[in-house]
């Protein structure tokens, strides 16, 4: 495999398979680190000749037993462990649900500062109108007006080309 073709893997997939090893192990550093040497293991193995089939069936499992072994040497909860160790292979639910939530975090990376700021601490924070505009010393309307900006630009990117919803349920 050529080091381009390589690349272009790890950015499409690097966010998404993030998304997947926080989900399951729940620490945002580790789960970088353990995305990390998952490429650097499939880099080493194609450099040595050796075939990997599915790149990217290859990439979650790496990153699934990189986390069980985590999980293991750090003595975290029987049960996380038990969880993660009981799955036989990677059902496409919990890869498709990986690649929508690496989708999402990018879109709302890609948001305008204000708009990215109000919408974070609506969502992710749980604050009200009135405390985001308390907080940020601007009129509740103007944060009415920024996450109804949001909404249209996440509903936006979110959806393919030439599609259009004119509702964006729960984010």
Known sequence: MKKITFKLCFD???LPLCMYALRLLGDKEESEDIVQTAFASAWDKLQNGDEIGNLRSYLYGTVR???YSHIRNNNAEASL???ITDRED???EEIDTSERDARLWKAIAGLPEKCRRVFLMSKRDGMTNKEIADEMNISIK???NQMTKAYS???EALLPKGQ???FLPYL
């Open 12 to 14: 499409s997939n690097y």
């Open 164 to 166: 259009r919803v004119f």
């Open 65 to 67: 037993n990189l986390v």
């Open 81 to 83: 462990l038990t969880e």
């Open 90 to 92: 990677f059902p496409e």
């Open 153 to 155: 630009r996440l509903r």
């Open 142 to 144: 103007t944060v009415e």
